[in-house]
């Protein structure tokens, strides 16, 4: 099992590298909708502000995935378990949105489905 669960966490982690990319991209978006005329100032600010606080929150869990020993985890649905509990403790303690408890479950359900079907 320590072997599944080590390509999972490098598999979710390249996972979550490219969510940033596309956060990214989002940002990059409204940048253009702004620079259109499409959306205010105030707009942008308080999208871009949404954006970055969840690339943080991404960027927090990604930072704990490193610190994770996967032989610890007999099953992947126990990892992802520990996994929901980290983005939970960045969503309370330190203050990242809710939307990041989502992204890493379906992360994690994707990563597994991909790993299955793959197997």
């Given at each position: 099992?320590?072997?599944?669960?080590?390509?999972?966490?490098?598999?979710?982690?390249?996972?979550?590298?490219?969510?940033?990319?596309?956060?990214?991209?989002?940002?990059?978006?409204?940048?253009?909708?702004?620079?259109?005329?499409?959306?205010?100032?105030?707009?942008?600010?308080?999208?871009?502000?949404?954006?970055?606080?969840?690339?943080?929150?991404?960027?927090?869990?990604?930072?704990?995935?490193?610190?994770?020993?996967?032989?610890?985890?007999?099953?992947?649905?126990d990892?992802?378990?520990?996994?929901?509990?980290?983005?939970?403790?960045?969503v309370?303690?330190?203050?990242?949105?809710?939307?990041?408890?989502?992204?890493?479950?379906?992360?994690?359900?994707?990563?597994?489905?991909?790993?299955?079907?793959?197997?």
């Open positions: 099992m320590h072997n599944e669960s080590s390509k999972f966490l490098a598999i979710l982690r390249v996972e979550l590298e490219d969510l940033m990319l596309d956060l990214k991209d989002a940002e990059e978006m409204y940048r253009g909708r702004f620079e259109k005329g499409d959306v205010s100032g105030h707009v942008l600010k308080e999208n871009t502000a949404v954006l970055e606080n969840e690339l943080a929150g991404i960027r927090s869990v990604i930072q704990e995935l490193r610190t994770i020993d996967a032989s610890r985890y007999e099953t992947l649905d990892l992802c378990k520990e996994l929901h509990l980290v983005s939970l403790e960045a309370k303690r330190l203050g990242f949105p809710a939307a990041l408890l989502g992204m890493m479950n379906r992360k994690c359900a994707k990563v597994k489905r991909y790993l299955a079907e793959a197997g």
